[in-house]
């Protein structure tokens, strides 16, 4: 029984390593290039910290279709009651979501 139960810990456990929640965060898609920017890698709220052009937007994640879209003005967001959807799915868009590695890196 108690081997058992060793084996159970040590399957639930791993080999020692421990699995991050991927976490999610605030992002910014570029309009030119639709890299996706951690928010908090990006200084200026629309200046592309890689080009160093003004062409990022805040990015609404789709959970259905797992990717980034360009949301809408910050302006346009304060005055909607409406939530902004997905082009593709027509789902609602959330303002956070997991951030590409590419991007994270």
């Known amino acids: 029984m108690a081997s058992i139960l060793l084996l159970?810990?040590?399957c639930c456990t791993g080999c020692g390593g421990t699995v991050e929640a991927e976490q999610e965060q605030a992002a910014y898609i570029c309009n030119q290039t639709k890299q996706v920017f951690a928010a908090s890698e990006v200084q200026n709220s629309n200046v592309n910290p890689k080009t160093g052009k003004s062409t990022l937007v805040r990015g609404m994640y789709c959970v259905k279709c797992d990717r980034w879209h360009p949301g809408p003005p910050?302006?346009?967001?304060?005055?909607?009651?409406?939530?902004?959807?997905?082009p593709i799915h027509k789902t609602p868009l959330k303002s956070v979501g997991p951030i590409p590695l590419a991007a994270a890196e």
């Open 74 to 86: 910050k302006e346009a967001m304060a005055n909607r009651a409406v939530q902004p959807t997905c």
């Open 8 to 10: 159970i810990a040590i």
